[in-house]
């Protein structure tokens, strides 16, 4: 049975992966002051948190702005085979397609919902009919573009 994330970290480790999920570039001395212990422990409970699997990696917030690529769509994906076998090809071939942000399976009326970024509506199309369209078993689409994102962040509930 898996334990409870309560039972695995105590205050100051739920206090440093809700600190580190707004800010993974924090300085150790400056997370050691928000959460209220000295350097050497808050990077010993740091390392932890990496080496136990708490902390996955770390990346950079990038401005799509500056890089042109604020097209955002999500598109609703329907198989014609949902076999294990036919979940696997398509969870293989969605994953090369670097305009593809998230895929999540769903429990509905659909089976896939992706979130994609391009630069342009001309350039959604292009991924859409040539690159998506012919993903392995894919039957049916339904487009949903952003027109703002209203809220973008890593949920942290601890």
Do not use: W
């Amino acid at each position: 049975m898996k334990k409870t994330i309560d039972s695995l970290l105590d205050f100051y480790d739920k206090k440093i992966l809700s600190i580190m999920a707004v800010d993974g570039r924090i300085s150790v001395a400056e997370l050691a002051n928000q959460i209220g212990l000295s350097k050497t422990p808050t990077l010993k409970r740091l390392r932890k948190l990496e080496q136990t699997g708490y902390i996955t990696g770390y990346q950079a917030q990038l401005d799509y702005d500056l890089l042109d690529e604020t097209h955002v769509a999500f598109i609703n994906v329907t198989l014609s085979d949902t076999t294990a076998a036919s979940l696997k090809k398509f969870n293989t071939a969605v994953k090369e397609l670097v305009a593809v942000e998230q895929c999540n399976m769903i429990a509905g009326n659909f089976d896939y919902l992706l979130k994609v970024r391009t630069t342009d509506i001309q350039e959604y199309r292009t991924l859409l009919g040539e690159k998506i369209a012919a993903l392995p078993f894919v039957s049916h689409t339904s487009t949903f573009v952003s027109m703002e994102t209203v809220c973008d962040r890593q949920k942290v509930n601890l």
